[in-house]
């Protein structure tokens, strides 16, 4: 699986960004889909997360409320939409798959990943 992230940019703080990534390689619909985040000097961390049928969705503390998950089978493309952005949000991006939903939601073992997509939210 190829995933090609998009979306990302520069934002004033309480703005909003919707992110995507497309997928091309294998069957996207069997693949858990992942946004991970990593700010300068931090560790990669998990955002978000959605099963193959958007049924079962997960977020990290830090963002519930304010992002959505979601995801379109038929185009190949999962989307993060970032509401009410805070400096704090700034980092790259990237989108993951993965086929364990457990796997998904950590930043280790992940089948693939994307290049990531730059948010930088200014105060």
């Known amino acids: 699986v190829q995933l090609q992230a998009s979306g990302g940019g520069l934002v004033q703080a309480g703005g909003s960004l919707k992110l995507s990534c497309t997928a091309s390689?294998?069957?996207?619909?069997?693949?858990?889909m992942g946004w991970f985040r990593q700010a300068p000097g931090k560790e990669r961390e998990f955002v978000a997360r959605?099963?193959?049928?958007?049924?079962?969705?997960g977020y990290a503390d830090s963002v519930k409320g304010r992002f959505t998950i979601s995801r379109d089978n038929a185009k190949n493309t999962v989307y993060l939409q970032m509401n009410s952005l805070k400096p704090e949000d700034t980092a790259v991006y990237y989108c993951?798959?993965?086929?364990?939903?457990?796997?998904?939601?950590?930043?280790?073992?992940?089948?693939?990943w994307g290049k990531g997509t730059l948010v930088t939210v200014s105060s």
């Open positions: 390689g294998r069957t996207f619909s069997s693949y858990y």
């Open positions: 959605i099963s193959w049928s958007g049924r079962i969705i």
């Open positions: 993951a798959a993965d086929t364990d939903l457990i796997t998904i939601a950590t930043a280790n073992g992940i089948d693939y």
